[in-house]
C-alpha cells in the first residue's frame, strides 16, 4: 500500500498538472471522471482475475484518488448545505455508517477493491463534504479521535513490524 501511496504523490499530481496545463479546469474535471471510470472499471475485472494485483497495482487504485478530486470541487458547491445544521449532521452519520458498515461487512470472501470500496470511499466523500457538522464534532473532533488522528500513520507505518514480531 506505500507503493500506490507513492503513486500519489508523484503520478497523480503529475496526471493533473497535465490535464490543467492541456484543457484548464475542465481538462481537470474531464481527466478525474475518466480515471474515476476506467480506473473503477479496471479495477473490478482485476480484482475477479487477481485481487493481489488489483490492490497494489497503482493505476488501479486511481478511482479512488480521482473521487476524492472531485470532491474538491464539489465542496465550495455545498458550502451552504454545511449551514443546515441538521441535514449536514445527517449527511455525516450517513458517511459513518456506510464506513462502519464496510468495516464490519467486508471480509476475505468479498471482491475487494473494486466497486465495493464505493461504499467507504462514498462514506468518506459524505464526511468531508457535510463539514464541521454538529455530528461530526461530537463523533470525529474530540481529544479520542484527534488524538488517533495524529497517531494514526505512524501506527500505520509500524503496524506490520510489530504484528509479525507478535507472531513469533
Not at 48 to 59: H, I, L, Y
Request: aromatic share 14%.
Amino acid at each position: 500500500s506505500l507503493g500506490v501511496e507513492e503513486q500519489f504523490y508523484l503520478a497523480y499530481p503529475l496526471m493533473l498538472f497535465a490535464a490543467h496545463r492541456l484543457g484548464g479546469s475542465r481538462g481537470v474535471v474531464v481527466t478525474l471522471l475518466l480515471t474515476f471510470g476506467v480506473s473503477l472499471y479496471a479495477s473490478e475485472v482485476a480484482t475477479r482475475v487477481n485481487r493481489d494485483a488489483a490492490f497494489f497495482f497503482a493505476p488501479l487504485r486511481f478511482y479512488e484518488f480521482a473521487l476524492g478530486g472531485l470532491g474538491t470541487l464539489l465542496v465550495p458547491r455545498v458550502q451552504g448545505l454545511q449551514k443546515m445544521g441538521w441535514l449536514s449532521s445527517a449527511i455525516t452519520l450517513f458517511g459513518v455508517l456506510l464506513i462502519f458498515a464496510s468495516t464490519y461487512l467486508f471480509n476475505s470472501q468479498w471482491p475487494l477493491p473494486g466497486i465495493l470500496m464505493l461504499f467507504p470511499l462514498s462514506g468518506t466523500l459524505l464526511i468531508i463534504l457535510a463539514g464541521p457538522s454538529p455530528s461530526a464534532r461530537l463523533l470525529l473532533c474530540n481529544p479520542a479521535m484527534s488524538w488517533l488522528g495524529k497517531v494514526s500513520y505512524s501506527l500505520y507505518l509500524v503496524h506490520w513490524p510489530i504484528i509479525v514480531l507478535f507472531r513469533q
